[in-house]
């Protein structure tokens, strides 16, 4: 999935873990691993199943505490359905092999059923068969396996599993397990759900897919693991008069009175959560690449011509990607459909990649310029998962997306915005709530809460920093390489590492072992001693960071750290690895060539060149002098003074209204310089920043009606100020349980962080530990845990502010600066 303007992550499965960001387990376009993605600042669930048929036992005693997943056993014992509870992960005794699947929604009652044929591999000695199933009600007379019918059949809600136990062992090799069911067309914008749109004066009701991470559970009992990969063969039965859109090619279809059967061709192995359908009344536009592949873009009736810039997009992607990764593209044709209720951005799902209305569409007469400018992002991004035969994670995606949107749009500086990405991973990474990027998953609720600013920005950015440390193009040709060697196979993320490593003679795969398994990053110290650099690089949090910028504080982290560095020109560069605490740099050379070029022989050093590493300089005062000599004179590039600005802006990020009073006007004519550009785009939101009470209630009392989808839910709560604080406060805590019966566990952390991080004492920290100690959930366990810390940081901040002298010389630096 991705979130509006930015991407997606990738998310494996195995051995417990879930590795981010990274390569994993697949090599067909979006066939294993996962796509993760941003669900517009919310965090993500997964609810217990519940099943209403009368044929079904649902467990109801509470599983046993989670922990850490243990390797799975080859053959399961002949005991209890119990010894599947409280598991990471499916065990591995039996697989999907191929999904005959059938559906049939009725989108007036809101409702589905469906028929499943599953082809499954017993690969070791087992009476039992275990897959996930969720909001489900299972027909037990129906179930088959081979011609065999289950002894047991038994729900764990908590677990999302579906236990088949049967009288004795089954035959090993291939055999197919089949059953009926039906469910909801849920309105929680996950799994098979509805999406309400208008269709000459009356609602509509549209069926929509969305499976990532852990939903298609939700429309069919299946093994929903991204490495259980399979073969689907899908069959849609529909109102004769609606538009039914699948993963593959329509292979054929019929119509019996009202009914339209469609059959879709069977699709390459992929994982469940790419699977996708939609059903509506829809409208299309199309276009056609140089090497034949049919590109589609679907809308609501009378909205196909807002299409044309993302089909213009999608087309020339297509195009521009084949020779980039020297792969054409491998699927027989892609679909691109706006959807208007939808969590994410984007999802990539194969051939049929669903989307935000806003995020696809664009009026030519009324969008805004920023809009316009979200549709390559999340198109070409998409697309990205669809192109090499092998699965890229988000961190090469993001990384690639400025390089391939710079291609078609130089004029939008991809590169400066990019700064926002590494700025925002940055800020979460300096909590010691953070987390690395490889993220061990103990249960399918956590998974979609890891997807953030780590997931998304940092590891982008440090993609790019190691691309930019490698060259762009021998980067380029690694991974065209890495590609062509691992086509239709399993590969993990070593492989990328050493592929890249053989290609470029540096140890990388050491070198991002450090960036990938820990969490923070360093700040690295530089003193000029004589014809020599020496560097030092400490770990900062940012709860430390209070301490470091006053007493020196630091952490013990450790990594290998790619520096680039300048001296007075950017014509002279060096690049070099940090690999301990700390080295010393020979700059004769540089700054002998410095010398002859600036005048009376002062010179500058600039390290993180353009930005491009994830890490802070902290310079000596020598060299921060020469460096603000530069800045001055305009000397450094946009990036870097962007990157300067940021820097010393930390000293003052958390600021609020409770500061040293005598400052204020300078602070807000500060920020009046530095924001007032985007502040410019005013949005809707800005509703919530009237200081009258019941306005203030009015506006956030909307998001339990239906005059704001549940998707904009993040606008209003963004919209909130610290002179809302209180009041929304006070009212989330009244209506906890109606957000939460709305929303659902995939938005609660949304509404947490949006109001709680408003705040900056100790009592009101204290006081949102209280309320929420008996309400807390996996899926926003983290959430909740990174807001805490963030509203002590802020009460810190204040408390170091109030008695800190330096901090008006701090402001007036950034006031002076260019």
């Avoid at 609602?203 to 559970?217: C, G, I, P, Y």
């Avoid at 939700?218 to 063969?233: L, M, T």
């Avoid at 785009?681 to 209630?697: E, M, Q, S």
Wanted: hydrophobic content about 40%; some cysteine; charged content about 20%.
């Amino acid at each position: 999935m991705l979130r509006v303007a930015s991407s997606m992550a990738s998310r494996a499965a195995g051995s417990g873990a879930v590795l981010l960001l990274l390569v994993f387990v697949s090599v067909l376009p979006g066939a294993s691993g996962g796509g993760g993605g941003r669900k517009m600042g919310f965090g993500g669930e997964a609810r217990g199943v519940v099943n209403k048929g009368a044929n079904v036992v649902e467990a109801a005693a509470p599983p046993p505490p989670r922990r850490a997943p243990a390797p799975a056993p080859p053959v399961a014992a002949a005991g209890s359905l119990n010894q599947f509870r409280g598991k990471a992960m499916l065990p591995r005794f039996a697989a999907p092999r191929r999904y005959d699947l059938r559906l049939r929604p009725d989108l007036v009652a809101c409702t589905f059923t469906g028929a499943a044929a599953v082809t499954v591999a017993v690969s070791a000695p087992t009476r039992f068969l275990v897959l996930n199933a969720a909001d489900l009600s299972v027909d037990r007379a129906s179930i088959r396996f081979r011609d065999l019918a289950p002894k047991e059949v038994v729900f764990f809600a908590d677990d999302e599993i579906l236990v088949l136990g049967f009288s004795n062992d089954l035959p090993l090799g291939e055999g197919v397990l089949s059953m009926k069911f039906n469910g909801t067309l849920n309105d929680q914008m996950r799994g098979f759900y509805r999406s309400k749109y208008q269709y000459k004066g009356k609602m509509k009701n549209m069926a929509v897919t969305q499976f990532e991470s852990v939903d298609a559970r939700r429309c069919f009992p299946c093994w929903d693991e991204p490495a259980f990969k399979a073969k689907f063969k899908i069959t849609l039965e529909v109102s004769s008069g609606m538009v039914a859109l699948s993963n593959m090619p329509i292979a054929n279809q019929t119509v019996t009175g009202t009914i339209k059967t469609i059959s879709y061709q069977e699709s390459p192995l992929m994982s469940t959560y790419l699977v996708a359908i939609v059903v509506g009344l829809l409208e299309y536009i199309e276009g056609v690449t140089p090497e034949g592949t049919k590109v589609r873009v679907y809308t609501q009736v009378g909205k196909s011509s807002q299409g044309k810039f993302a089909l213009d997009v999608g087309v020339k992607s297509l195009h521009l990607y084949k020779d980039y990764f020297g792969t054409p593209y491998p699927l027989p044709k892609l679909d691109m459909v706006a959807i208007p209720d939808f969590a994410a951005g984007a999802m990539e799902n194969y051939g049929l990649v669903t989307f935000r209305e806003v995020a696809l569409l664009f009026d030519e007469e009324s969008s805004a310029e920023s809009s316009k400018q979200s549709v390559p992002f999340i198109t070409q991004s998409s697309l990205l998962h669809k192109l090499p035969t092998i699965y890229l994670s988000l961190v090469i995606n993001d990384e690639l997306l400025p390089h391939l949107i710079y291609s078609f749009f130089p004029q939008w500086n991809i590169w400066t915005q990019f700064l926002d990405d590494t700025t925002a991973g940055l800020k979460l990474d300096s909590l010691e709530e953070s987390h690395p990027i490889e993220v061990e998953i103990h249960h399918a609720s956590e998974v979609d809460e890891i997807f953030d600013a780590i997931s998304y920005d940092k590891g982008a950015s440090v993609i790019r920093m190691l691309q930019n440390y490698l060259g762009a193009e021998r980067f380029q040709k690694a991974l065209a390489s890495y590609i062509r060697k691992f086509a239709y196979s399993n590969a993990k993320t070593e492989d990328l590492w050493a592929v890249l490593e053989e290609k470029s003679g540096e140890p990388v795969k050491n070198l991002m072992t450090t960036w990938t398994k820990q969490q923070g990053y360093p700040v690295i110290n530089a003193k000029l001693n004589g014809n020599y650099l020496e560097l030092e690089q400490k770990l900062i949090f940012l709860l430390l960071q209070a301490q470091f910028l006053l007493d020196g504080s630091s952490g013990s982290g450790m990594w290998i750290v790619p520096i680039t560095a300048g001296c007075g020109s950017y014509d002279m560069q060096k690049k070099f690895l940090l690999k301990g605490k700390s080295d010393r740099l020979d700059i004769r050379n540089i700054t002998s060539q410095c010398s002859n070029q600036e005048k009376g022989g002062k010179f500058w050093i600039k390290l993180n060149i353009n930005q491009t590493g994830f890490y802070r300089v902290q310079y000596d005062d020598k060299l921060a002098a020469a460096l603000q000599n530069a800045l001055q004179f305009k000397k450094l590039s946009v990036m870097d003074r962007i990157g300067k600005a940021l820097s010393v802006s930390l000293n003052v990020a958390k600021v609020s209204v409770d500061a040293t009073p005598g400052l204020v006007g300078d602070i807000k004519q500060l920020l009046i310089k530095l924001l007032l550009p985007p502040a410019m785009y005013v949005k809707g939101c800005t509703l919530c920043y009237c200081k009258d009470k019941n306005i203030v209630l009015e506006s956030l009392n909307l998001l339990f009606t239906n005059e704001v989808r549940s998707q904009d839910a993040y606008y209003v709560l963004q919209g909130l100020s610290v002179e809302t604080r209180e009041t929304a406060w006070l009212w989330l805590k009244a209506n906890w349980d109606r957000i939460t019966k709305k929303y659902g566990n995939t938005q609660e952390g949304g509404f947490i962080r949006y109001v709680t991080t408003l705040f900056s004492s100790n009592e009101k920290a204290a006081e949102f530990s209280s309320f929420f100690a008996t309400r807390k959930k996996p899926e926003f366990e983290r959430t909740l845990k990174q807001s805490l810390e963030n509203v002590r940081i802020s009460a810190r901040w204040i408390q170091g502010i109030r008695s800190e002298p330096r901090l008006a010389q701090t402001v007036q630096e950034l006031l002076r600066m260019p």
